[in-house]
């Protein structure tokens, strides 16, 4: 479209008269006028062409955002159950280390109590050893067993004791 108003207004000029000159002028403000006219079409059709395009690239990234929400969702009802469970095995562990260290007091306690028990029983052994030196050296056999019962004397007292109680009348007393 310009170029033709370039050149009929370059044919005007060449033709010099006031008829061409005018022709040329209303021919090159025409051609003005529909060229800003068109360019301001296509821009218009560019810019909705850029919305459309923008209104689908944002509801592209509406349903990409909606999907990265669930998936964030999800991960995070995963990991709030992966730290409770861990919370609970955590207070689980708590709890055992308490009965552990509980039940290591109680044998610690028993451990001092034997060691207690045991030099008692050494300091007993060591006495007895000394005395049955001390009767060994004076000449004793050490234990005559006098003061135990014989086989006699218990199988009278089983006897006794099976025996029926009879009281001085003859007749029989209530057990």
């Given at each position: 479209?310009?170029?033709?108003?370039?050149?009929?207004?370059?044919?005007?000029?060449?033709?010099?008269?006031?008829?061409?000159?005018?022709?040329?002028?209303?021919?090159?403000?025409?051609?003005?006028?529909?060229?800003?006219?068109?360019?301001?079409?296509?821009?218009?059709?560019?810019?909705?062409?850029?919305?459309?395009?923008?209104?689908?690239?944002?509801?592209?990234?509406?349903?990409?955002?909606?999907?990265?929400?669930?998936?964030?969702?999800?991960?995070?009802?995963?990991?709030?159950?992966?730290?409770?469970?861990?919370?609970?095995?955590?207070?689980?562990?708590?709890?055992e280390r308490r009965l552990l260290e509980c039940r290591l007091a109680e044998l610690v306690a028993r451990l001092r109590t034997e060691t207690y028990r045991s030099a008692e029983l050494q300091a007993d052994l060591s006495d007895l050893r000394a005395e049955a030196e001390e009767i060994a050296a004076e000449g004793g056999t050490g234990w005559d067993g006098a003061d135990v019962p014989t086989i006699v004397d218990l199988l009278n007292w089983e006897q006794a004791v099976a025996a029926p109680a009879v009281d001085s009348t003859g007749q029989r007393k209530p057990a």
């Open positions: 479209m310009l170029a033709v108003a370039f050149l009929v207004v370059a044919v005007a000029l060449v033709v010099e008269t006031l008829a061409a000159l005018t022709a040329a002028a209303v021919v090159a403000l025409l051609a003005g006028i529909v060229a800003a006219r068109v360019l301001v079409g296509e821009l218009a059709q560019t810019r909705r062409e850029w919305a459309k395009d923008r209104a689908e690239q944002a509801r592209s990234y509406q349903g990409v955002m909606a999907a990265r929400m669930r998936e964030q969702a999800v991960y995070a009802a995963s990991i709030t159950d992966e730290v409770t469970r861990q919370a609970r095995t955590i207070t689980e562990l708590h709890g």
